[in-house]
C-alpha cells in the first residue's frame, strides 16, 4: 500500500523541521512549503494526493493561510485531507470560529507541545486518515 503524505505549510524552518521528523516517526512522508507560492505550487501539482496538511496563517509571498485553506476545500479530494491549522496569530473568538468550520484542528503555537502534537497524529492514523 502507498504511504500517506502530508504538507507542511509554515515559515518557521524549526517548526517544520520538528513536524517532519514527528510525521517521519509514524512513517508518514512530508512536503514543505515555506511561503504561500510554494504551498500553492505543491498543492496544485498533478497527481500529487495530500492526506494531512499542516497549514500556518501568516505566511511570506502571496497566499496566506486563509487562502491554503480554500484551496484545500476546494479540491476533490478535500475531504479526505486532514487539515490543521497551528498559527502564533492572535486571532479573534469570530476568526476561530471561522477556523474550525474550515479546519479540523486549530492549534495556537503558544499552546504547541510535541506530546499533543503526537496525540493528534495518533487519533488521525486510528481514524483512517493517515497512514
Avoid: Y
Avoid at 504511504?3 to 514527528?22: E, N, P, S
Avoid at 492572535?90 to 479540523?104: M, P, Y
Wanted: hydrophobic letters at 40%.
Amino acid at each position: 500500500m502507498k504511504g500517506k503524505t502530508a504538507i507542511i505549510i509554515d515559515d518557521d524552518l524549526l517548526v517544520c523541521q520538528v513536524l517532519a521528523r514527528m510525521l517521519a516517526d509514524s512513517h508518514i512522508e512530508t512536503v514543505t512549503a515555506r511561503n504561500g507560492v510554494q504551498a500553492t505550487a505543491e498543492l496544485n501539482k498533478e497527481n500529487r494526493t495530500f492526506h494531512m496538511a499542516i497549514i500556518d496563517l501568516v505566511l511570506p509571498h502571496g497566499p496566506s493561510g486563509w487562502d491554503i485553506l480554500d484551496l484545500i476545500s476546494k479540491r476533490p479530494d478535500a475531504d479526505k485531507i486532514t487539515t490543521i491549522v497551528l498559527t502564533g496569530a492572535n486571532v479573534s473568538e469570530e476568526e476561530l470560529q471561522r477556523l474550525k468550520k474550515k479546519a479540523k484542528m486549530v492549534i495556537r503555537k503558544q499552546d504547541f507541545s510535541i506530546e499533543k502534537f503526537q496525540d493528534i497524529i495518533n487519533k488521525s492514523l486510528k481514524n483512517g486518515v493517515s497512514t
